[in-house]
């Protein structure tokens, strides 16, 4: 009797500890929670795109709060450039409508149907 009881708690513990962790996982593969931290939050700094100067200088914008910044990476030292970017160009031209560059039919029979002064 006291063997069954025994092994009655051991598993009714390690099935415990099992959902405990199996809760753990799908609240991290979630997103609830980050490895590092508590809970996680919105991340005010990301880094949009850089490009090589040369061997010793990089050019990189910053997101931080929603402001663009372009800065000058050296060896060395840091320069900020420019603060408060504009939308890049091509976001600029896929909000504006799209240009036709070919006639459509109507215009094409304007063009090409003979005038009355032709026909007298």
Do not use: W
């Amino acid at each position: 009797m006291l063997l069954a009881e025994s092994a009655r708690v051991i598993f009714a513990l390690i099935a415990v500890l099992g959902f405990i962790g199996l809760a753990a996982v799908l609240v991290r593969k979630a997103g609830l929670i980050s490895a590092s931290s508590g809970f996680v939050r919105k991340k005010r700094l990301a880094l949009v795109e850089t490009l090589a100067v040369d061997a010793r200088r990089r050019v990189a914008i910053i997101k931080c709060d929603g402001k663009e910044h372009l800065i000058i990476l050296g060896a060395t030292s840091e320069t900020l450039i420019d603060t408060n970017l504009d939308t890049p160009i091509a976001d600029a031209v896929e909000t504006t409508a799209p240009v036709n560059p070919y006639p459509t039919l109507q215009e094409l029979a304007k063009k090409f149907r003979p005038s009355t002064k032709d026909a007298a």
